[in-house]
């Protein structure tokens, strides 16, 4: 293997792969590694994966020798980023060492054959969806935050996907997101077909990776579900995301078909008083007090031995006047992923879900769950 | 207790504060606190301090009724970071409560009496001396990097302070740091007097934080060392601290007397071509292998089953050639604390200390203890 390739160019593709490499091992592993494959036809073609979660991408290069080698993603990473020079070259050395060349450096990286790199099995569908990537980037940064970490709860571990009718007919893809305590579905529409294999759960990690390679795309990204996997094609790597062995919560039940009261706020106004009253909810449910009075929202939180704070918020409420607490870093985080000026509240009685909405769009949805007041 | 202040000012003294206060301990120690003292004068007086090391500062406010309130430095530091308003309100409540308020915002901290906080002995001297804020700041970048974090010869964990003259007879501060591997000094002159106590040795935090809060000043800073304490008096603050009660070792014995080789380099070059070669030098001590012949130096480290990498440097060497190692790590710090375009690396033999200097600058100078290589 002998290429010279933009150092540039290889610098962006082992940025991104950093993400999808193992990082827990031993170094030394071979998921610690970058596959790289340098063809005739004058690609680079680069393979990262933990074995769940796999990139595929490509980058032009000068290939005098085509070949393949394994090596330590990190290692790499930190090398091509230390290098000066506008073009890098690499070669296969004796004993799977991948020597890296730019100006008076020169390193040598311990590697292993292509031949050992674990193989991602192929997508068992042709059938796929078309989406714009930047409504995509606006569905994933609406419920990603409301994945639950990693939670005993298996099916609580990805957001599940799904396909909804618009209110004019037209098809949209639903994510929905809980961790049990909140939910959140955003939408946007599709071209082509949305076809589910047994499973439609997409683990947090791979939709992470998949919001951080389209950040800034224009155009469209192609997904696809196969049996066990699905994965996201943008122009110059693909994303292979294992789907998780679980089941969704049936979360149409969550969601309140009704209300008995409904607060419009300004949201600037809310997320900023927010953000003063958490300065001293630190219990583990961050719980914040909300008395819905006339025409103001007041917000109070105390910690014993610190502190308390109190925060008015001018607001139209109609309804009765209600007491009751909701974890305020839940709250922040809705409001911070909505675009709007203002935001309704839709309640019910004090241990009720909180409904959160964009007054002038339906294409998203945030429950959040009350916590109790001692 | 009653003052109106500019949020940004009080935001700026709070902020000085926190290096100073406890972190380690429980909250609600006094040692947590900040010591606000209004007074008639219309100064809001601070004081933080985790009992080695004190900062005391004043700035203006409009006090309506003196008084004074230890409250925790980090939950007011919180507070007033997110007021938006431009000024705020700080009045003492019944049951050592402070209230802050600002627009629609409340808040009430709880605090201690001021009579609880611990009392920073006064210096116990009158003679300092004055120094430019520029200068000291370049004194303590160029030293304070080679000081022990953490020895347990605790001669090594400060800095020393002491008077030289200059070749034209001149008055110079010069502070020497060491953590045994390698050693730097940097000095520049003063003006008033350096009355040194029984001690000179300033621990390296509270040096740290005197750096941080000269950064950007402008004019110059008064020293003065007492029996058991030196202070660092700014416009409108004052840094005491205790000084180390340990010896600093005898460091003239340390610097060589003579070399058998001299090679200049291109700093920028050097310190590049350092950046790199670290990449592979990942033992305790980053050793890396410095090979000087004829007109090239040559880096080389290895890592065992990662890889390894070379660099060449152009070099102007006078004398034999030799191969030696170094801690990279420490030379590039070196490198990075030096203004100049070259640099002088004086070696002797494989064994020696290597001098590291400015060749038009005798201001400051590094000496770097060498590796064995295997």
Same mark, same amino acid.
């Given at each position: 293997?002998?290429?010279?390739?933009?150092?540039?160019?290889?610098?962006?593709?082992?940025?991104?792969?950093?993400?999808?490499?193992?990082?827990?091992?031993?170094?030394?592993?071979?998921?610690?590694?970058?596959?790289?494959?340098?063809?005739?036809?004058?690609?680079?073609?680069?393979?990262?994966?933990?074995?769940?979660?796999?990139?595929?991408?490509?980058?032009?290069?000068?290939?005098?020798?085509?070949?393949?080698?394994?090596?330590?993603?990190?290692?790499?990473?930190?090398?091509?980023?230390?290098?000066?020079?506008?073009?890098?070259?690499?070669?296969?050395?004796?004993?799977?060492?991948?020597?890296?060349?730019?100006?008076?450096?020169?390193?040598?990286?311990?590697?292993?054959?292509?031949?050992?790199? =674990?193989?991602?099995?192929?997508?068992?569908? /042709?059938?796929?969806?078309?989406?714009?990537? %930047? #409504? &995509?980037? !606006? +569905? *994933?940064?609406?419920?990603?935050?409301?994945?639950?970490?990693?939670?005993?709860?298996?099916?609580?571990?990805?957001?599940?996907?799904?396909?909804?009718?618009?209110?004019?007919?037209?098809?949209?893809?639903?994510?929905?997101?809980?961790?049990?305590?909140?939910?959140?579905?955003?939408?946007?529409?599709?071209?082509?077909?949305?076809?589910?294999?047994?499973?439609?759960?997409?683990?947090?990690?791979?939709?992470?990776?998949?919001?951080?390679?389209?950040?800034?795309?224009?155009?469209?990204?192609?997904?696809?579900?196969?049996?066990?996997?699905?994965?996201?094609?943008?122009?110059?790597?693909?994303?292979?995301?294992?789907?998780?062995?679980?089941?969704?919560?049936?979360?149409?039940?969550?969601? =309140?078909?009704?209300?008995?009261?409904?607060? /419009?706020?300004?949201?600037?106004?809310?997320? %900023? #008083? &927010?953000? !003063? +009253? *958490?300065?001293?909810?630190?219990?583990?449910?961050?719980?914040?007090?909300?008395?819905?009075?006339?025409?103001?929202?007041?917000?109070?939180?105390?910690?014993?031995?610190?502190?308390?704070?109190?925060?008015?918020?001018?607001?139209?409420?109609?309804?009765?006047?209600?007491?009751?607490?909701?974890?305020?870093?839940?709250?922040?985080?809705?409001?911070?992923?909505?675009?709007?000026?203002?935001?309704?509240?839709?309640?019910?009685?004090?241990?009720?879900?909180?409904?959160?909405?964009?007054?002038?769009?339906?294409?998203?949805?945030?429950?959040?769950?009350?916590?109790?007041?001692?």
């Amino acid at each position: 293997m002998d290429f010279i390739i933009s150092r540039d160019s290889l610098l962006q593709a082992l940025t991104r792969v950093s993400g999808f490499v193992e990082k827990k091992v031993q170094s030394g592993s071979i998921l610690c590694s970058v596959l790289l494959q340098a063809d005739a036809s004058g690609m680079l073609r680069y393979t990262g994966t933990d074995k769940t979660l796999t990139l595929f991408g490509q980058v032009p290069a000068t290939v005098k020798v085509p070949g393949d080698i394994a090596v330590d993603a990190g290692y790499l990473l930190n090398t091509v980023k230390s290098l000066g020079g506008e073009t890098v070259t690499c070669t296969l050395m004796d004993q799977q060492r991948l020597e890296v060349r730019s100006g008076s450096s020169n390193f040598r990286l311990v590697g292993q054959a292509g031949g050992e790199f =674990p193989v991602t099995p192929p997508l068992d569908q /042709s059938r796929s969806l078309r989406i714009s990537a %930047e #409504a &995509l980037c !606006r +569905v *994933l940064d609406q419920t990603l935050f409301s994945v639950a970490p990693d939670d005993n709860r298996y099916g609580l571990n990805g957001a599940h996907f799904e396909e909804v009718t618009g209110p004019d007919g037209t098809s949209l893809l639903r994510v929905v997101a809980t961790d049990g305590n909140r939910l959140s579905w955003s939408q946007a529409p599709f071209t082509g077909e949305l076809a589910i294999g047994r499973k439609s759960l997409v683990p947090r990690k791979g939709l992470f990776e998949v919001r951080r390679l389209i950040d800034g795309v224009k155009g469209d990204v192609e997904i696809a579900f196969g049996e066990r996997a699905a994965v996201v094609r943008l122009e110059d790597c693909t994303i292979h995301m294992r789907l998780l062995e679980a089941d969704f919560p049936d979360y149409r039940q969550v969601l =309140p078909s009704a209300f008995k009261r409904r607060a /419009s706020v300004e949201r600037a106004v809310l997320q %900023e #008083a &927010l953000k !003063r +009253v *958490l300065i001293f909810a630190t219990d583990t449910s961050r719980s914040v007090k909300f008395a819905l009075a006339d025409d103001t929202l007041t917000l109070t939180s105390r910690k014993l031995d610190a502190g308390e704070s109190k925060e008015e918020v001018p607001m139209d409420l109609h309804g009765e006047p209600i007491t009751m607490g909701f974890n305020g870093r839940f709250l922040q985080e809705v409001l911070g992923v909505l675009g709007s000026t203002r935001v309704l509240l839709e309640l019910g009685d004090t241990l009720s879900p909180c409904l959160v909405k964009d007054p002038d769009s339906g294409d998203a949805l945030f429950v959040v769950m009350p916590v109790r007041l001692d």
